[in-house]
């Protein structure tokens, strides 16, 4: 039995330090169907490196260590403490030989048999905590991978505006130089010509726009992925016009998915631990059972320090039980109730939110991929025109300023698609985090 005891000890002194979170739970291999060769390192990199992140992942071992300090609650524990004696004692008999000064070395051994499995209960409640942290530890790099794809997926749609828009204000400093010829041979007046600066002006502050919020995104990136704000240059990253999910994104999803999420998970388990407590606060009106071993050696008796006439052996056993406290049993019985009882509704609004969370991202890839699709038929009709002013030019019907209005309307429209585009993407990555990575 001892030699158990002590093997369970040991095993729990020795075993390492774990902070590292599953990386198989997170199923980070959504982020490799993407047909992109940076995005799936950039979510290995912010596993790694990211710091919010990581403090959630020690967070865990905090808890972790929490379940091995209150299990060794239930183990006896064994202490020694050396002490000097300044004593006098009457000499009742001459021959009892008792000197003033001593030295005591006490062994003390203390055990709670846990004959109510109070103990047992507390450790348990103790464990359904360290449950909790993992899950949370779960949900918050769901979060992350989710946000370092969507800033990613951000970045390069900016990557096309921005290219686009460039050929936009080029268009228009073009069309602004012909019509100042215009003006100079009488063919335009001011009016026309004023407009085309107000184009270009307008052009202009759109594309410094975007440059703005593509450099805010790569900075944000960079911070997610654990790198400093300052090395944003060193970010590759792919073309958004080649970015596509390759696999199949459900219709539909089995309740039995929803409610592995690690919210519901959480709450289930956080109901659970409630019925422990008050399962511990009822065991706290029974006695409390305590057995104390003393083995104290001395040099006031005559004989060798460690020999058995200079010891003292004692065994105490026995049982405390609490007449009065104030009511304090009472009220924390009542107070575990109370809880017990705010958490089961908790649980059950975290099912009606799982539920919607779910069937809002569905009903939102739905619609926003209808709504691609119908940009997608508006860049064909507009794809067609430019082709058609493209022939018009050619022969001589249309000026190159008309047909520059033509590239423009289409490379807008473009414009439009590639933002319909990386919405919908943005909404597979809400369903990744929805369904908590099982998708």
């Known amino acids: 039995m001892y030699k158990k005891v002590i093997l369970i000890v040991l095993i729990l002194l020795v075993s390492p330090v774990c902070f590292a979170v599953d990386r198989n739970d997170l199923n980070i291999e959504f982020f490799a169907r993407f047909n992109d060769d940076y995005l799936f390192q950039y979510v290995n990199e912010a596993i790694d490196n990211n710091h919010n992140a990581k403090q959630v992942t020690i967070r865990v071992e905090e808890y972790r260590q929490g379940v091995k300090s209150q ?9 020694v403490a050396a002490s000097y004696l300044g004593v006098h004692v009457p000499k009742f008999n001459p021959n009892l030989q008792v000197k003033d000064n001593a030295f005591i070395l006490p062994f003390i051994a203390n055990y709670e048999p846990d004959f109510l499995l109070k103990n047992r209960d507390k450790t348990k409640s103790v464990k359904k905590t360290y449950e909790m942290s993992k899950l949370d ?3 918050a790099y769901l979060a992350l991978l989710s946000d370092v794809a969507t800033v990613y997926t951000n970045i390069l749609q900016y990557d096309k505006l921005i290219a686009e828009q460039e050929k936009i204000v080029t268009n228009y400093n073009q069309i602004l130089k012909d019509n ?8 335009i007046n001011t009016t026309e ?6 184009n270009v002006e307008q052009a202009s502050i759109i594309l410094e726009n975007l440059i703005k919020q593509r450099e805010i995104l790569l900075m ?18 792919g ?3 080649k970015f596509e999910y390759n696999a199949v994104i459900p219709n539909e999803v089995k309740s039995d998915v929803i409610f592995s999420r690690p919210d519901v998970n959480r709450a289930e388990i956080a109901l659970e631990k409630a019925k422990i407590d008050i399962r511990v606060a009822r065991k706290e009106f029974l006695p409390t059972f305590n057995i ?10 005559p004989g060798s320090f460690f020999s058995w006439e200079s010891s003292l052996a004692a065994l105490l056993a026995g049982a405390t039980q609490d007449i009065f406290a104030g009511g304090r049993k009472v009220a924390n019985l009542k107070f575990q109730k109370a809880k017990y009882e705010e958490l089961f509704e908790k649980y059950r609004q975290t099912d009606l939110e799982a539920v919607k969370e779910v069937n809002t991202s569905l009903c939102i890839i739905k619609h926003d991929t209808e709504i691609e699709n119908k940009i997608k038929e508006k860049l064909l009709s507009e794809d067609k025109n430019l082709d058609s002013a493209n022939k018009m030019l050619k022969r001589g019907v249309i000026s190159k300023t008309q047909y520059l209005k033509s590239e423009n309307l289409y490379m807008n429209q473009d414009m439009d698609l590639t933002k319909a585009k990386s919405q919908r993407l943005v909404n597979y990555y809400t369903l990744y985090k929805t369904l908590g990575g099982k998708i």
């Open 292 to 301: 104390t071993g003393i083995w104290a050696f001395n040099t006031i008796a």
């Open 220 to 237: 944000q990136f960079a911070v997610l992925i654990g790198r400093g704000s300052d090395k944003t240059s060193d970010i590759e990253r």
């Open 180 to 187: 100042n010829k215009k003006l100079s041979r009488g063919v």
């Open 193 to 198: 010509l004023n407009n085309s600066k107000t």
């Open 71 to 79: 299990f060794a609650k239930e183990l006896p524990s064994f202490s």
């Open 239 to 241: 073309n958004i016009d």
């Open 137 to 139: 530890e779960k949900s």
